[in-house]
Each structure stands twice: as C-alpha cells, then as structure tokens.
C-alpha cells in the first residue's frame, strides 16, 4: 500500500527507496536509547554491553542513558583493525 512518499509492507513503513521508515530515523538521530543504538550499529544488547566494558560512553541522566551517534561511530573507528 503507497502512503504518499511511503509504503506499508508487513508492519513496517518503507520510504521511497525501500529502506526503514524507522531505520532512517534512527541514523539521523544523535542520542539514542540503548535499543535504538544497538539497531544502528546492528548488534545485540549483549554485544552493547561488551562495547561499554571496552570503553563505549553512555551517557546517563536520572536513570535515562543515551549513547551519540558521534560516540558511536568514533568508537567504531578506534576499535577498527
């Protein structure tokens, strides 16, 4: 079904170009929750949590945490071989 820009397929919304309606949004937010970082990145929680031991900063305010995408990408980079 076409909405506009949109299409629904299965649950999902879809741009134009067939990529995640959610998927786009995520990749243009800079804080995200641990949820949404580990879609970003494509990693499970468990594998997050590993990240944060070997240095990934999360920022946590009143029990909330976000994670920048700058932070993320950057430790990506670091820890690049």
């Given at each position: 079904?076409?909405?506009?820009?949109?299409?629904?397929k299965s649950g999902s919304l879809f741009n134009c170009d067939g990529g995640s309606?959610?998927?786009y949004q995520i990749h243009t937010k800079e804080w995200m929750n641990i949820k949404e970082a580990c879609n970003y990145i494509d990693v499970s929680?468990?594998?997050?949590?590993?990240?944060?031991?070997?240095g990934l900063k999360?920022?946590?305010?009143?029990?909330?945490k976000r994670v920048s995408k700058a932070e993320i990408d950057n430790f990506l980079?670091?820890?690049s071989h």
């Open positions: 079904m076409k909405l506009g820009l949109f299409s629904y309606v959610l998927a929680f468990n594998t997050f949590m590993k990240y944060r031991e070997m999360v920022s946590e305010i009143g029990g909330i980079k670091r820890n």
